[in-house]
Structures are given as C-alpha cells and as structure tokens.
C-alpha cells in the first residue's frame, strides 16, 4: 500500500521549457535547443558542486543562473533586459497541464522533493498555481546536497514517518528515479519524450507517458 506521493519539481510537475517558451520571439527559432543546453547545464553544475564536497555548495538559484550566463556566453545572448527576463521566468514555471487535477485528486499526502532552494520553490509552485495541492515542498538545501545523493531521498521518509517502499517518487528525471529507487521508494519514471531506458529503470520501475490519471 502506497501511503504517501513524493514529486520532482522541476521537469515533472513544472515545465522547464516554459521559461524560454515564454520568450521564443526574442531568442529566435533556435529556443529549443537553447533552452535544452540550459537545463543539461544547470544539470551538470549541480553533480560537480556535490562531488567536490560541501564547501562547494551553491543552491539551485544560483546554479541555475549560471548555466544561463554560460549558454548566453557561447551564444553570443548579450541583452540584459532578455536574461533578466528569462531569469524571471523560471522562477514562475508552467505546470504541466494535467497536474493540478491529477494532484487535486490524490487521496494521499503530497509533497515536492526537489533540488531547488526554498524561496524558488515557493515562487515556482505559487506561480503554477499547485501551492494548495501540496502538503509539503522539501528542498535539498536542508542536507546541502544535491539529488541523487541518498541522503536527500531520506528527507522524504523523515517528513512523512513512512519506510521508503509504502511511499511513490514521482520523476521525469530517469538519474532522479534511478536515484529514488535505490532508495527503496516504489518509483514511477514519467517518460513524457518516449526517451530509451537508462540505469534498468524498464522493468524495475512503473513507466508513465504523462501524470493524466496518475494514482498510486
């Protein structure tokens, strides 16, 4: 028996496309993959801060702002009025268009495990309009670590009471849920891109094309 839903944030409930979407018109038809560079970036940054230890830690806001300096940098994005913009927008993601009601309709405590820090996550989930659906929104920032470190899956298990494997983990991240189900938690990989199976999730985890009707 599931007990309680654990969510990703960011990629899972929160669209992390929707902050360049918002802006196509000014980055030119090439936004996609602008904003593909963006996220595998901000990505990278934040495994190299944790395998260099803890007096490296930056939080996700600041890393986030980083890896778009860098792809502005590369790209030759010079307008500062642009980059503010965009900054500002992926502090007030989408959510994905079945989320509100898919969460709405779970029958069980909800919260958000995330690598962001807390102040982007209040914004993020106010923005979305899902702060209401939410019984919790847990951020890495309480162990200085980012996923998929063990002890940031633990934050989940302390705030509920619950053992790892009566709770699902939500994610669209496969490192993510590869990270949850080494954890213990009963994992469901929201495959939304119909990528190819990375780390043995196939098999081993409940695959999803999207959260429409999602319940554990």
Do not use: C
């Not at 899972?12 to 996609?32: E, F, K």
């Not at 010079?78 to 992926?90: I, K, Q």
């Not at 939410?134 to 920032?141: A, G, R, Y």
């Not at 940031?152 to 699902?168: D, K, N, Q």
Request: aromatic share 10%; net charge negative; proline share 6%.
């Amino acid at each position: 028996m599931i007990r309680a839903a654990i969510f990703d944030a960011y990629g899972t409930l929160l669209d992390v496309h929707s902050a360049m979407a918002r802006h196509a018109g000014r980055l030119g038809p090439h936004w996609q993959a602008l904003s593909a560079e963006w996220r595998a970036k901000q990505l990278e940054y934040t495994w190299v801060r944790s395998l260099s230890g803890p007096a490296h830690h930056r939080d996700f806001s600041v890393l986030t702002d980083q890896a778009l300096d860098w792809v502005a940098a590369r790209h030759g994005i010079s307008d500062p009025g642009l980059l503010a913009d965009l900054r500002a927008s992926y502090r007030a993601l989408q959510a994905y268009p079945e989320v509100p009601v898919m969460l709405a309709g779970l029958g069980m405590p909800r919260a958000i495990l995330s690598n962001g820090e807390p102040a982007m996550l209040a914004e993020g989930v106010r923005a979305a309009g899902i702060a209401g659906l939410l019984d919790d929104v847990l951020s890495v920032e309480a162990v200085g670590i980012f996923k998929p470190d063990p002890r940031v899956y633990a934050l989940a298990t302390a705030r509920f009471g619950f053992e790892a494997g009566e709770m699902a983990f939500v994610s669209s991240n496969p490192w993510d849920a590869f990270g949850a189900l080494t954890a213990g938690f009963r994992v469901f990989w929201v495959n939304r891109n119909r990528l190819p199976d990375e780390y043995g999730l196939r098999g081993n985890v409940t695959e999803l094309n999207d959260l429409t009707g999602f319940k554990p």
